[in-house]
Protein backbone atom coordinates (compact mmCIF):
# COMPACT_ATOMS: atom_id res chain seq x y z
CA UNK A 1 0.00 0.00 0.00
CA UNK A 2 2.64 2.15 0.79
CA UNK A 3 4.71 1.82 -2.52
CA UNK A 4 1.06 2.12 -4.09
CA UNK A 5 0.71 5.34 -2.41
CA UNK A 6 4.49 6.45 -3.44
CA UNK A 7 3.83 5.56 -6.95
CA UNK A 8 0.95 7.76 -7.10
CA UNK A 9 2.14 10.70 -5.43
CA UNK A 10 5.38 10.79 -8.11
CA UNK A 11 2.71 10.60 -11.14
CA UNK A 12 1.03 13.38 -9.82
CA UNK A 13 4.53 15.04 -9.04
CA UNK A 14 5.52 14.92 -12.62
CA UNK A 15 2.23 15.57 -14.04
CA UNK A 16 1.84 18.79 -12.01
CA UNK A 17 5.55 19.60 -13.61
CA UNK A 18 4.23 18.55 -17.50
CA UNK A 19 1.22 21.03 -16.41
CA UNK A 20 3.46 24.33 -15.45
CA UNK A 21 6.04 23.38 -18.57
CA UNK A 22 3.07 23.60 -21.08
CA UNK A 23 1.05 26.67 -19.35
CA UNK A 24 4.73 28.36 -19.44
CA UNK A 25 5.13 27.35 -23.28
CA UNK A 26 2.37 28.77 -23.75
CA UNK A 27 2.51 31.96 -22.29
CA UNK A 28 5.84 32.15 -24.22
CA UNK A 29 4.52 31.53 -27.31
CA UNK A 30 1.57 34.04 -26.93
CA UNK A 31 4.49 36.70 -25.82
CA UNK A 32 6.41 36.05 -28.91
CA UNK A 33 3.01 36.47 -30.67
CA UNK A 34 2.15 39.64 -29.10
CA UNK A 35 6.32 41.05 -29.84
CA UNK A 36 5.68 39.78 -33.43
CA UNK A 37 2.21 41.82 -34.28
CA UNK A 38 4.01 44.39 -35.89
CA UNK A 39 6.85 43.31 -37.34
CA UNK A 40 7.28 46.73 -40.08
CA UNK A 41 7.15 48.74 -36.89
CA UNK A 42 9.73 46.87 -35.00
CA UNK A 43 12.29 46.91 -37.67
CA UNK A 44 12.00 50.79 -38.32
CA UNK A 45 11.52 51.25 -34.79
CA UNK A 46 15.33 49.19 -34.86
CA UNK A 47 16.99 50.61 -37.55
CA UNK A 48 15.50 54.43 -36.78
CA UNK A 49 17.00 54.58 -33.16
CA UNK A 50 20.17 53.07 -35.03
CA UNK A 51 20.42 56.53 -37.61
CA UNK A 52 19.77 58.97 -34.38
CA UNK A 53 23.49 58.07 -33.13
CA UNK A 54 24.56 60.07 -35.84
CA UNK A 55 21.13 61.95 -36.81
CA UNK A 56 19.47 62.74 -33.52
CA UNK A 57 16.38 64.84 -34.97
CA UNK A 58 14.79 62.03 -37.67
CA UNK A 59 11.45 61.06 -36.96
CA UNK A 60 10.31 57.83 -36.61
CA UNK A 61 6.68 56.83 -37.42
CA UNK A 62 6.74 52.39 -37.01
CA UNK A 63 3.11 52.99 -37.98
CA UNK A 64 4.17 53.58 -41.94
CA UNK A 65 7.41 52.16 -41.55
CA UNK A 66 8.65 56.18 -42.25
CA UNK A 67 11.81 57.48 -40.88
CA UNK A 68 12.11 61.34 -42.02
CA UNK A 69 15.33 62.91 -42.14
CA UNK A 70 15.89 66.22 -40.57
CA UNK A 71 15.12 68.73 -43.30
CA UNK A 72 17.30 71.81 -42.09
CA UNK A 73 20.13 69.50 -42.60
CA UNK A 74 20.11 68.36 -45.96
CA UNK A 75 18.91 71.30 -48.48
CA UNK A 76 18.35 74.85 -48.86
CA UNK A 77 15.36 76.15 -50.15
CA UNK A 78 14.74 75.30 -53.44
CA UNK A 79 18.09 73.13 -54.07
CA UNK A 80 19.01 69.43 -54.39
CA UNK A 81 22.76 70.55 -53.36
CA UNK A 82 23.15 68.63 -49.88
CA UNK A 83 24.98 70.94 -47.36
CA UNK A 84 28.63 69.89 -46.94
CA UNK A 85 27.42 69.34 -42.81
CA UNK A 86 25.09 67.05 -44.47
CA UNK A 87 27.36 65.19 -46.60
CA UNK A 88 29.81 64.19 -43.91
CA UNK A 89 26.48 63.06 -41.37
CA UNK A 90 24.96 61.31 -44.12
CA UNK A 91 28.51 59.28 -44.62
CA UNK A 92 28.63 58.38 -40.25
CA UNK A 93 24.68 57.22 -40.85
CA UNK A 94 25.59 54.98 -43.93
CA UNK A 95 28.46 53.03 -41.29
CA UNK A 96 25.41 53.08 -38.72
CA UNK A 97 23.04 51.51 -41.07
CA UNK A 98 25.45 48.92 -42.41
CA UNK A 99 25.62 47.57 -39.12
CA UNK A 100 22.16 47.42 -37.95
CA UNK A 101 20.82 46.29 -41.76
CA UNK A 102 22.75 43.29 -41.60
CA UNK A 103 19.91 41.50 -39.49
CA UNK A 104 17.19 42.42 -41.80
CA UNK A 105 18.64 41.97 -45.23
CA UNK A 106 18.93 38.43 -47.06
CA UNK A 107 21.90 38.50 -48.28
CA UNK A 108 24.05 39.74 -44.96
CA UNK A 109 21.96 38.56 -42.09
CA UNK A 110 24.17 36.59 -39.83
CA UNK A 111 21.29 34.75 -37.46
CA UNK A 112 23.38 34.52 -34.62
CA UNK A 113 24.44 38.07 -34.28
CA UNK A 114 20.10 39.25 -35.00
CA UNK A 115 18.91 38.95 -31.52
CA UNK A 116 17.01 42.50 -32.29
CA UNK A 117 14.88 40.10 -35.49
CA UNK A 118 14.49 37.10 -33.92
CA UNK A 119 10.90 36.47 -35.84
CA UNK A 120 13.59 36.87 -39.25
CA UNK A 121 11.74 39.45 -40.32
CA UNK A 122 13.53 40.64 -44.01
CA UNK A 123 13.70 43.99 -46.03
CA UNK A 124 12.05 43.91 -49.79
CA UNK A 125 12.85 47.83 -50.19
CA UNK A 126 13.90 50.71 -48.73
CA UNK A 127 12.62 53.69 -51.13
CA UNK A 128 14.13 57.46 -50.42
CA UNK A 129 11.20 59.43 -51.09
CA UNK A 130 12.04 63.06 -52.01
CA UNK A 131 9.02 65.80 -51.32
CA UNK A 132 8.98 69.83 -51.85
CA UNK A 133 6.55 72.13 -50.29
CA UNK A 134 3.83 73.80 -52.50
CA UNK A 135 5.71 77.07 -54.02
CA UNK A 136 6.43 76.21 -57.94
CA UNK A 137 9.64 75.86 -59.27
CA UNK A 138 10.69 78.02 -62.14
CA UNK A 139 12.77 75.00 -63.16
CA UNK A 140 12.56 72.49 -65.71
CA UNK A 141 10.83 69.47 -64.13
CA UNK A 142 9.14 71.72 -61.20
CA UNK A 143 8.70 70.35 -58.39
CA UNK A 144 8.70 66.78 -59.02
CA UNK A 145 12.18 66.75 -60.67
CA UNK A 146 12.92 68.52 -57.66
CA UNK A 147 11.82 66.08 -55.29
CA UNK A 148 13.91 63.01 -57.28
CA UNK A 149 17.09 65.11 -57.33
CA UNK A 150 16.67 65.25 -53.72
CA UNK A 151 16.60 61.77 -53.22
CA UNK A 152 19.45 61.31 -55.84
CA UNK A 153 21.66 63.37 -53.42
CA UNK A 154 20.26 61.56 -50.38
CA UNK A 155 21.28 58.15 -52.29
CA UNK A 156 24.34 58.95 -53.76
CA UNK A 157 25.67 60.47 -50.25
CA UNK A 158 24.10 57.48 -48.09
CA UNK A 159 24.30 54.68 -50.74
CA UNK A 160 26.59 54.67 -53.47
CA UNK A 161 30.41 54.19 -52.64
CA UNK A 162 29.63 52.74 -49.90
CA UNK A 163 28.96 49.62 -48.59
CA UNK A 164 25.07 49.83 -48.76
CA UNK A 165 25.31 49.59 -52.32
CA UNK A 166 26.08 45.49 -51.91
CA UNK A 167 23.08 44.63 -49.52
CA UNK A 168 20.16 42.44 -51.57
CA UNK A 169 16.87 41.55 -51.24
CA UNK A 170 16.03 37.51 -51.42
CA UNK A 171 15.77 38.24 -54.77
CA UNK A 172 19.09 39.46 -55.16
CA UNK A 173 17.90 43.08 -55.94
CA UNK A 174 19.76 46.72 -54.90
CA UNK A 175 17.86 47.17 -51.23
CA UNK A 176 17.81 50.87 -51.83
CA UNK A 177 16.14 52.80 -54.41
CA UNK A 178 14.24 56.35 -54.52
CA UNK A 179 10.70 57.93 -55.73
CA UNK A 180 9.59 60.95 -56.19
CA UNK A 181 6.81 63.28 -54.44
CA UNK A 182 6.87 66.72 -55.03
CA UNK A 183 4.45 68.86 -53.00
CA UNK A 184 1.99 65.26 -53.52
CA UNK A 185 2.20 64.06 -49.85
CA UNK A 186 2.86 67.40 -47.25
CA UNK A 187 4.06 66.60 -43.70
CA UNK A 188 2.27 69.78 -42.86
CA UNK A 189 -0.89 69.37 -44.66
CA UNK A 190 -2.34 72.93 -43.05
CA UNK A 191 0.53 74.68 -44.48
CA UNK A 192 1.68 73.15 -48.00
CA UNK A 193 4.45 75.75 -47.94
CA UNK A 194 5.68 75.07 -44.52
CA UNK A 195 9.63 74.42 -44.49
CA UNK A 196 9.13 70.72 -42.93
CA UNK A 197 7.57 69.64 -46.29
CA UNK A 198 10.71 70.26 -48.03
CA UNK A 199 12.16 66.67 -46.75
CA UNK A 200 13.72 63.08 -47.77
CA UNK A 201 11.53 60.20 -46.54
CA UNK A 202 13.22 56.41 -45.94
CA UNK A 203 9.91 53.88 -46.51
CA UNK A 204 10.70 50.65 -45.36
CA UNK A 205 8.84 47.61 -47.24
CA UNK A 206 8.94 44.04 -45.89
CA UNK A 207 9.20 40.94 -47.48
CA UNK A 208 6.12 38.94 -47.71
CA UNK A 209 5.86 36.19 -45.59
CA UNK A 210 3.08 33.95 -45.34
CA UNK A 211 2.47 31.80 -42.07
CA UNK A 212 4.25 28.54 -42.20
CA UNK A 213 7.43 30.15 -43.54
CA UNK A 214 11.07 29.60 -43.18
CA UNK A 215 12.59 27.83 -40.41
CA UNK A 216 12.67 30.05 -37.02
CA UNK A 217 16.05 32.02 -36.45
CA UNK A 218 17.82 30.62 -32.67
CA UNK A 219 14.67 28.02 -32.34
CA UNK A 220 12.16 30.80 -32.38
CA UNK A 221 8.66 30.16 -33.43
CA UNK A 222 7.56 32.45 -36.63
CA UNK A 223 4.21 33.32 -36.56
CA UNK A 224 2.51 35.74 -39.63
CA UNK A 225 3.89 38.67 -40.21
CA UNK A 226 2.44 41.12 -42.74
CA UNK A 227 4.66 43.64 -44.16
Do not use: W
Not at 18 to 40: C, H, I, N, S, Y
Not at 126 to 131: K, L, R
Not at 159 to 175: A, E, F, M, R, W
Amino acid sequence: MASAADLMIGLLFVFIIMVAFLALQKKAEQEAREGDRDPRGTVTLAIGNEIKNTLNTVKIDPASGVITLPEDLLFDSGSSFLKETAVQRLGETSTKLSDVLKCFVANKRVAEKCKNNPFGHEIETIFIEGHTDSRPMNREGGNTKLSLDRAISVNNALVQGTSLVDYKNHQGHPIFSYSAYAENRPLIKNDPTDGRNRRVDLRIVLTYRPAGGETPIEGVSRFVAKP
